[in-house]
């Protein structure tokens, strides 16, 4: 039995995931989709670069990460309807897109989160020096928020989803509060809420491309992450927050819930209350660490294989 996992090649995190599934998962595993006899969707934007006539002969799985339910039009649905045809089996990454994908399909779905590579994401206990290296204020209150918030149609709009206007809220709110607080952003397309702290005299550093060993020094070098998302498919930065010991406070989205502890999930009504419990979200990560993270996808897949 092999598998097949089609490629995003947008130097995202599903790139990452696929190279570390085939470097970790080899003697189940090809490259050259003729070969297998499963086909993993892990890249369901790109789903239709796949040969139909290869794909119809194959059984085949479906990553779906979250649906923007304010962005799920008919075009949407269609697009989904005849992806559905080819699918036999759905993955995703938490409870709360399960939910979404049950309303869709009557395909057998699995929630399991993505496993996590504690070879990159580690705790460094070293907060000083590293924010001495990235010449960091050693007497602030650092929040990170490491993801896409400006739509790429303009560079302007807010993504809703990603909830930078729920964001710019909060930080707004520490600052009045009592905080010496400082931003620390990484990733591309951060101009809308780098335009609000600017407007609002916050000061914060903008890390726009790091590779992963940089970006796990900066998790290390916070005090708390936000995520104010409306919708998520994880977001990844929770379980790399777990593992790297990282404060967090989140919206309920994704994996969120799953990971966190209930009093670190908030509410927009409720932000300034909810606690980082580092020590919960640290244990809750372990079973999804590699290789033991690995485990329920080859249940499923050989599930499939054997139906």
Same mark, same amino acid.
């Given at each position: 039995?092999?598998?097949?996992?089609?490629?995003?090649?947008?130097?995202?995190?599903?790139?990452?995931?696929?190279?570390?599934?085939?470097?970790?998962?080899?003697?189940?595993?090809?490259?050259?989709?003729?070969?297998?006899? #499963?086909?993993?969707?892990?890249?369901?934007?790109? =789903? !239709?670069? @796949? $040969?139909? *006539?290869?794909?119809?002969?194959? /059984?085949?799985?479906?990553?779906?990460?979250?649906?923007?339910?304010?962005?799920?039009?008919?075009?949407?649905?269609?697009?989904?309807?005849?992806?559905?045809?080819?699918?036999?089996?759905?993955?995703?990454?938490?409870?709360?897109?399960?939910?979404?994908?049950?309303?869709?399909?009557?395909?057998?779905?699995?929630? #399991?989160?993505?496993?996590?590579?504690?070879?990159? =994401? !580690?705790? @460094? $206990?070293? *907060?000083?020096?590293?924010?001495? /290296?990235?010449?960091?204020?050693?007497?602030?209150?650092?929040?990170?928020?490491?993801?896409?918030?400006?739509?790429?149609?303009?560079?302007?709009?807010?993504?809703?989803?990603?909830?930078?206007?729920?964001?710019?809220?909060?930080?707004?709110?520490?600052?009045?509060?009592?905080?010496?607080?400082?931003?620390?952003?990484?990733?591309?397309?951060?101009?809308?809420?780098?335009?609000?702290?600017?407007?609002?005299?916050?000061?914060?550093?903008?890390?726009?491309?790091?590779?992963?060993?940089?970006?796990?020094?900066?998790?290390?070098?916070?005090?708390?992450?936000?995520?104010?998302?409306?919708?998520?498919?994880?977001?990844?930065?929770?379980?790399?927050?777990?593992?790297?010991?990282?404060?967090?406070?989140?919206?309920?989205?994704?994996?969120?819930?799953?990971?966190?502890?209930?009093?670190?999930?908030?509410?927009?009504?409720?932000?300034?209350?909810?606690?980082?419990?580092?020590?919960?979200?640290?244990?809750?990560?372990?079973?999804?660490?590699?290789?033991?993270?690995?485990?329920?996808?080859?249940?499923?897949?050989?599930?499939?294989?054997?139906?």
């Amino acid at each position: 039995m092999k598998i097949h996992l089609n490629s995003a090649k947008e130097n995202w995190v599903v790139d990452r995931f696929r190279e570390e599934w085939y470097k970790y998962n080899s003697s189940i595993s090809t490259k050259i989709i003729r070969n297998s006899d #499963i086909v993993w969707i892990i890249s369901p934007w790109t =789903w !239709k670069k @796949i $040969n139909k *006539k290869i794909l119809s002969k194959k /059984k085949v799985i479906c990553s779906i990460y979250h649906l923007d339910e304010d962005k799920f039009d008919e075009k949407q649905l269609d697009e989904f309807n005849l992806r559905d045809e080819y699918v036999d089996f759905y993955h995703v990454i938490s409870e709360n897109t399960k939910k979404q994908i049950k309303k869709l399909t009557n395909k057998p779905i699995v929630s #399991i989160p993505f496993w996590v590579n504690q070879e990159i =994401w !580690k705790d @460094i $206990n070293e *907060k000083d020096i590293l924010r001495e /290296k990235y010449k960091l204020d050693l007497d602030s209150y650092l929040i990170g928020s490491f993801q896409r918030d400006t739509e790429g149609k303009d560079l302007i709009s807010p993504k809703l989803s990603k909830g930078p206007d729920q964001f710019i809220k909060i930080i707004k709110e520490y600052k009045e509060k009592n905080k010496k607080i400082g931003v620390i952003l990484a990733g591309k397309r951060r101009n809308f809420i780098i335009e609000n702290l600017e407007r609002l005299d916050i000061p914060f550093n903008y890390f726009e491309m790091v590779d992963f060993k940089e970006l796990n020094e900066l998790y290390n070098c916070l005090d708390l992450y936000i995520v104010s998302s409306r919708y998520e498919g994880g977001p990844q930065a929770v379980m790399e927050c777990a593992i790297t010991r990282t404060p967090i406070i989140s919206t309920d989205v994704g994996v969120a819930s799953e990971i966190l502890h209930p009093n670190s999930i908030f509410s927009m009504n409720s932000f300034m209350n909810a606690k980082p419990n580092t020590d919960y979200a640290y244990e809750k990560v372990q079973k999804y660490l590699i290789p033991n993270g690995f485990e329920n996808f080859r249940k499923i897949i050989n599930q499939v294989y054997e139906n």
